[in-house]
């Protein structure tokens, strides 16, 4: 493998309107891959809760994600802020990009305006009843959720209040230590439908800003609990995040805006 002697480099705040909010996500769009050791030292080397990696594949783009320690299987914000670039960076012609996901399939995101919605597939969710529950999610928040689901990756707890949420102070060494990617805490909003709060000490990052794979966990919730299918959404996080989201049963429409930060290059030499 011949490496590049620069890779082009861009900084998109995803999920907000404005910079120094919504989540921030490295894009590298490459010719080719590179090895994973080296995706992973500059996932490392970024410290973002994600780094993307595109490689095109005829008008379409092959994509793979890297946080600080880990390749994850999905990743919203930085396949967001990936589309962001394309579209608004690099003048990708066509209104939707298909990205392909060695783990998560074909996912799309459609431009509509200033918006971009993703369309993921939908997670299945398992409830864990009170027999069931241990009490190391409660370990995890310091309260007794008021139900509690498993993801295909993560675990969801269902707190009473907006208020609750936004006081929590986890254990982040007690989150660490579930088996799981993440914990997701969610309740309804005061102001969104529902809001939420991620965690992620196993992917390096103790709380994720804005974390769109998490909403097809939530979404399904909140749609058979509330009856409807489109939503507002906030993720509480210090930065904050603002998505709109719609449920199609198999499928996740999750929308937000993002910011261009910064533009850069790599120097491999």
């Known amino acids: 493998m011949i ?11 995803a999920f907000t309107d404005k910079l ?3 989540n921030p996500a490295a894009v590298c769009v490459l010719d080719s891959w590179l090895s994973e050791e080296l ?3 500059i996932g490392t080397e970024n410290n973002l809760s994600e780094t993307a990696f595109l490689v095109p594949k005829g008008s379409d783009f092959e ?11 999905l990743c919203g914000h930085a396949t967001l802020a990936s589309a962001f670039v394309l579209f608004n960076v ?15 399939g074909l996912l799309t995101v459609e431009k509509k305006e200033e918006m971009l919605f993703l369309d993921f597939p939908t997670d299945t969710l398992t409830a864990i009843t009170e027999e069931q529950q241990n009490t190391a999610v409660e ?5 007794k959720p008021i139900a509690l689901y498993k993801g295909k990756a993560d ?13 929590l102070q986890p254990d982040m060494r007690a989150v660490g230590k579930l088996n799981a990617r993440g914990l997701i805490v969610t309740a309804k909003g005061d102001e969104a439908d529902f809001v939420s709060r991620f965690f992620g000490p196993q992917s390096g990052v103790d709380e994720d800003p804005v974390t769109g794979s998490a909403h097809t966990t939530l979404l399904p919730f909140w749609a058979a609990k509330a009856g409807k299918n489109k939503f507002t959404a906030k993720q509480l996080s210090q930065r904050g995040g603002l998505l709109s989201c719609e449920f199609k049963n198999d499928r996740c429409i999750i929308g937000g805006k993002a910011r261009l930060y910064m533009i850069g290059e790599i120097n491999l030499n």
Do not use: H
């Open 63 to 73: 994509i793979r994600w890297f946080t600080p320690n880990v390749e994850v299987d």
């Open 155 to 167: 675990y969801m707890a269902v707190i009473d209040s907006e208020s609750t949420l936004r006081s």
């Open 139 to 143: 370990k995890c928040i310091g309260i």
């Open 20 to 22: 120094f909010s919504g």
């Open 90 to 104: 690099l003048n990708y012609p066509s209104p939707v990009i298909k990205f392909y996901s060695r783990n998560s």
């Open 39 to 41: 995706m992973q030292a």
């Open 3 to 13: 490496l590049p002697q620069k890779i082009k480099i861009y900084q998109v705040d």
